[in-house]
């Protein structure tokens, strides 16, 4: 990684996107600290840490502290993010919006600009939220419809400018724009994190002590790094020979190539699905001010992240199986509605290919789904591992984070993904130097 972007800096070209991209990412950072007009940031900061729920943890961490802060782009790019699986989503459901899809570039424009304004919809939705919810309770300093207004369109703008910034990083930076901008959020609270996590278990402590829970814990990040890197690069390649054909006077075809099936296939999309449906009843709970007691709260304990792997509260762990089932189901639900065995075996037939052994049509379609339902199981386990193991040791050492597994798979697949964009862009220009001479 660091020899890529050590011969991405001798190239001009790749050294000015390399230059804008971290501008903006100023910006952004710059960004995070603004407070929205109207708001009381220590009274703010008080009501977070009074929370005793976890719901808030990971939307702050992806946030990069934005959301604690108050700050104007509080919002963030979840809106994005969430659009952009709602398009995915109906894009399966919706034939229209699958034409468009596959109508080549003009319909990818027309993708974009009707993610755009569903982003800006759901950010306007959520800034309301939080606007009203947390104005009830006091976080703005004087609730009335004025500094309401100020509120929501601020925090709608601030997510539509990130939304932007992004865009403009992929069009004139290194590409991966909204990636970069929520990894770098995500990154922006590590240290906080890694210092916190030395305070509680290193510093003070007996020399053995110390240097054994500091091998513990270089040796847990490197361990699931490592996990996350072979959940993204793992690819069961399936071999797909093509038959000779007759053109004019020449036989073509004969070719051999493969169909690459991702360990992965949903990257860190079921998690984000499992935890936002756990996470639902308690942030609705939170917004309308409920601090009861009785059966709800109960079911609220079950849960919520901080009581599960508690060795005096064990039967609140059962919200952690009921998690792990979730990322598993998602996982096989996400990879059926983005990959369909059937289209690409009839695609194979029509194109005179097939799987050496495996007859085309339905055989294939047959075959491809069983091993699609293999590889998606041990991804999902891989995934189920990386994502839990966090909250095991929260919950029997108290060792609080804001960041987890998934905020580790986001960092680890994006830091990959960029990382190969800059060697496909150093490649063109190394070929397009060689045509030149």
């Known amino acids: 990684m660091f020899t890529t972007l050590k011969n991405a800096f001798k190239i001009k070209d ?13 910006v952004i950072r710059i960004g995070s600290q603004l407070p929205v007009p109207g708001i009381d940031g220590d009274y703010f900061k008080s009501w977070f840490a009074s929370q005793s729920n976890g719901a808030f943890g990971f939307f702050d961490a992806i946030t990069g502290g934005s959301f604690l802060n108050g700050s104007i782009l509080a919002l963030n790019i979840s809106p994005y993010i969430t659009s952009s699986i709602i398009m995915q989503l109906l894009t399966i459901a919706i034939p229209k919006l699958e034409e468009m899809q596959r109508d080549g570039e003009d319909g990818r424009k027309k993708m974009t600009a009707i993610t755009r304004y569903v982003t800006v919809v759901l950010a306007l939705i959520q800034a309301t939220a939080m606007s009203v919810g947390f104005g009830r309770q006091g976080l703005l300093r004087d609730y009335n419809a004025l500094n309401v207004i100020c509120a929501i369109a601020t925090l709608t703008a601030g997510s539509a400018f990130l939304m932007w910034i992004g865009e403009r990083i992929t069009e004139k930076g290194i590409g991966n724009g909204i990636s970069i901008v929520l990894v770098i959020n995500i990154i922006s609270r590590l240290p906080e994190d890694l210092a916190n996590l030395f305070a509680q278990f290193v510093i003070g402590k007996p020399p053995a002590t110390a240097v054994l829970a500091a091998v513990i814990i270089f040796a847990v990040i490197v361990a ?28 073509v075809g004969g070719q051999t190539s493969n169909i690459p099936l991702k360990i992965n296939t949903a990257g860190v999309i079921p998690v984000i699905f499992a935890q936002s449906l756990l996470q639902m009843p308690i942030l609705i709970s939170t917004f309308v001010g409920y601090n009861g007691t009785g059966v709800w709260n109960e079911i609220l304990k079950y849960l919520n992240s901080q009581y599960w792997c508690n060795p005096s509260q064990l039967k609140y762990s059962i919200g952690l199986l009921a998690y792990i ?17 059937l289209m690409v075996a009839d695609n194979m037939k029509k194109q005179g290919g097939f799987i050496p052994g495996i007859r085309p049509g339905k ?21 189920t591992i990386v994502a839990v193991l966090p909250y095991i040791f929260s919950g029997v050492f108290n060792a609080s984070v804001s960041f987890g597994g998934t905020s580790l798979i986001i960092i680890v697949s994006v830091v990959l993904e960029t990382m190969k964009q800059v060697e496909s862009q150093m490649l063109v220009r190394n070929y397009k130097g060689f045509l030149e001479r």
């Open 14 to 26: 790749l050294r000015n996107k390399i230059f804008f991209t971290f501008a903006m990412l100023v």
């Open 224 to 251: 699931m790094v490592v996990l996350v890197i072979i959940l993204n690069d793992g690819v069961r390649r399936i071999p797909v020979q093509y038959a000779n054909k007759v053109q004019g006077r020449k036989m």
């Open 325 to 341: 089932v979730l990322i598993i189901f998602f996982a096989y639900f996400y990879t059926s509605i983005t990959f369909n065995p």
């Open 363 to 383: 055989p294939t379609s047959d075959y491809l789904n069983k091993v699609l339902n293999y590889i998606v199981l041990i991804g999902a386990i891989g995934l």
